[in-house]
């Protein structure tokens, strides 16, 4: 089944929420919507679903025009951020539903739903009611009860927002191959860039209601098309900076210089913005040819495994991303060193114009 969106966009009163949008899903893999809160993605999702009416444009399915086509005729399956279920039903009784309206036999029926909830682990609670569950059990019902309805289309809405940090991680892990060879169109919004490069397939990057890079996900973040798709793709955001090319050198200021390479070696001279993602400007040596880049020490951010310090740069604000516990003070100049191999290039217009000898 292919899903798409012809020249479809959505507008309320003056403020346009999606412009102009052609999108062409295919089944086998996730499809995934990634921006950030406010970039588009639920009401992108309320379209394809048919939830909502475009303003103009039309929505495709397996070469038929569904675009005024009540969604409940659709087959499809939908999985908020903020679980929903029937309080009234036992978790049996919540994974059957859409099975029972659609008309199949009871003897089929408790098979499917005993098959979905093992799946997620979900069997020992059969006969319990949600709010006996707790809010990871409720999220497991939901997405048992889209699973077992064997949908044409599963759009899951952030399904993991509001789950502790270990099931979240388990559940990532699964979906993949929880939803595999269905035939079914999967589409799955999410403000998180890890999670993304996590489930794979394929990503539209939205930003302030328009898709600005469609692909495969690992292609994508990779090589953004422009300084919204790589703004969008990095967590935290990719350092940016004004630099000048001349010659065979950049130059960022007075004193920082590095010599240029891979694409970037055949860019014209003059004027770029060069980025690079915070896990390449890193507290100590990499194994790789880098610079070093002295910075005061803004703000810190420690974890059990990973280090974060925001620092000035000249008159910009810069991140550093490593894997350990670094013991930086707020206020110190500290010395960084960058990996101009991973620098990407981007012309005057935002977009992007040359990557570093690697890519990543």
């Not at 908020?80 to 029937?86: K, L, R, T």
């Not at 927002?161 to 169109?185: F, H, I, M, W």
């Not at 999670?195 to 994508?220: C, N, S, W």
Request: net charge negative; charged share 20%.
């Amino acid at each position: 089944m292919a899903l798409e969106l012809r020249n479809v966009t959505k507008r309320v009163g003056a403020e346009t929420h999606i412009y102009d949008t052609t999108l062409s899903l295919d089944p086998g893999g996730f499809n995934i919507l990634l921006g950030a809160t406010s970039a588009g993605k639920s009401t992108l999702i309320k379209l394809l679903a048919g939830l909502e009416k475009p303003t103009t444009g039309e929505v495709w399915v397996d070469g038929e025009n569904v675009t005024g086509m009540n969604p409940q005729k659709r087959n499809i399956s939908l999985v908020h951020q903020f679980f929903v279920n029937y309080p009234h039903m036992t978790v049996f009784e919540n994974i059957a539903s859409p099975l029972r309206v659609a008309g199949v036999p009871k003897s089929e029926i408790a098979g499917r739903v005993e098959e979905a909830a093992n799946i997620l682990q979900l069997g020992p609670m059969l006969q319990r009611r949600p709010q006996e569950l707790s809010g990871g059990q409720q999220q497991r019902c939901a997405l048992a009860r889209a699973i077992v309805k064997e949908s044409r289309a599963i759009f899951l809405d952030e399904p993991l927002a509001n789950l502790d940090y270990k099931l979240r991680e388990e559940l990532r892990e699964q979906l993949p191959e929880l939803l595999a060879g269905r035939g079914t169109v999967v589409v799955y919004a999410t403000s998180e860039p890890t999670e993304a490069l996590l489930l794979g397939g394929h990503t539209a990057l939205m930003h302030e209601g328009r898709v600005t890079q469609f692909g495969p996900t690992a292609q994508i973040y990779r090589a953004p098309a422009n300084l919204n798709s790589a703004a969008v793709f990095s967590d935290p955001p990719m350092n940016l900076a004004q630099v000048t090319k001349a010659g065979a050198e950049m130059r960022l200021g007075d004193r920082l210089t590095w010599p240029v390479m891979g694409e970037a070696a055949a860019l014209a001279d003059g004027s770029y913005t060069v980025g690079i993602r915070p896990h390449h400007v890193t507290p100590t040596p990499p194994s790789e040819p880098s610079i070093s880049v002295e910075g005061q020490v803004q703000i810190t951010e420690l974890s059990g495994s990973e280090s974060i310090a925001h620092f000035e740069i000249g008159a910009q604000s810069w991140v550093s991303l490593s894997a350990g516990i670094h013991p930086y003070e707020v206020g110190e100049a500290h010395v960084f060193h960058m990996v101009p191999a991973h620098c990407y290039y981007f012309d005057a217009n935002g977009a992007l114009a040359a990557r570093g000898a690697a890519h990543g």
